[in-house]
C-alpha cells in the first residue's frame, strides 16, 4: 500500500501562486496514475488533475485548465501541483490520490493523503 503526504497549502492572495507536493512511501509509486481533488466546505471532492505513471499524459478540470500544472519526479516518488493565478474559488482542502488507471471520480482512487489546505483571499 502506497502512503502520501501533501504539504505546501497556506494562505495566499488572489493572484498569487502555490506549489504543492504529494510525498509517497513505497517502491510502486512509480506504476500508479496520481491526481488531486480538491473539496470546499459543503461541497462534494472534485477532481482537479491527473497524471499517468510515465508523467507523459495530464488531464485537468475545466476550471484549473491553464492555471494550474500537475507533474512528478519517479525517483523522488513526489507529485506536484503547481497552482498559479489562483483565485478565492481555489479555496479547498487538496488531496492527492492513486490509483492504477486514470479516472476523474474520486471513489475510484485507491490511496489518499490527508489533505491541505489552501486559502485565497480577494
Known amino acids: 500500500q502506497v502512503q502520501l503526504v501533501e504539504s505546501g497549502g497556506g494562505l495566499v492572495q488572489a493572484g498569487g501562486s502555490l506549489r504543492l507536493s504529494c510525498a509517497a512511501s513505497g517502491r510502486t509509486f512509480s506504476t500508479y496514475t496520481m491526481a488531486w481533488f480538491r473539496q470546499a466546505p459543503g461541497k462534494e471532492r472534485g477532481f482537479v488533475a491527473a497524471?499517468?505513471?510515465?508523467?507523459?499524459?495530464?488531464y485537468y478540470a475545466g476550471p484549473v485548465k491553464g492555471r494550474f500544472t500537475i507533474s512528478r519526479d519517479n525517483a523522488k516518488n513526489t507529485v506536484y501541483l503547481q497552482m498559479n493565478s489562483l483565485k478565492p474559488e481555489d479555496t479547498a482542502v487538496y488531496y492527492c490520490a492513486g490509483r492504477r488507471n486514470y479516472s476523474k471520480f474520486f471513489n475510484d482512487y485507491d490511496f489518499w493523503g490527508q489533505g491541505t489546505q489552501v486559502t485565497v483571499s480577494s
Open positions: 497524471i499517468s505513471w510515465s508523467g507523459d499524459i495530464t
